[in-house]
């Protein structure tokens, strides 16, 4: 499926170009906005590689992976990244995970660009189940995929290596039933 565009009152999913290097910089290169990610902040030349890959993921056939632009809808401006990734392990799996840039947390962005990302993997892909992992120092992470109605189903331990020590993850994941029940 491309290309994949979804869109609420304020903010709108569109694929990831080129041209979105710079303002991906700003929120995978900043040491507040990458602190309870799964890795370090990224340099441009990193970030340049992560857009190469997901505008060339974009296209795959079968597509496994959607990398996506949080947009403002009345600016256009990118403010954040959304990613659903189809699960091998799982049938109609996926994993999500959401970045925003540091300036425009607090706004209820995080929800609504969960809500983008779910309705898009329930609706469109026909998934069945979608789940996300956070740090469990990342409260603001457990509010907005409790908000949207994801259920916490327990810690992934010594998951992440960040900055050379283990971290935890906590997951959280809902049901196409669930999901439609609460939307």
Known sequence: MH???RSSARLGLRELAIADVEALLAIYGSPAATEHLSFEPRNREQVEQVVARSVTAATAMP????ALAVVETETAELIGSGRLALDPH?????TMGFALRPDVWGRGYGAETVRL???????????HRIWGARSPLNTASAKTMSAVGMVE???IR?????AGKWRDSVVHA???REFY???
Not at 158 to 162: A, I, R, S
């Open 90 to 94: 799982q049938q109609h799996g996926a």
């Open 3 to 5: 290309p994949v565009t």
């Open 153 to 155: 189903e327990g810690t």
């Open 158 to 162: 010594e998951h992440v290596l960040k």
């Open 63 to 66: 597509r496994t992976e959607y």
């Open 174 to 176: 809902i049901l196409d």
């Open 181 to 183: 029940t609460c939307s």
């Open 117 to 127: 990302l779910l309705d898009f993997g329930f609706n469109d892909l026909q998934l």
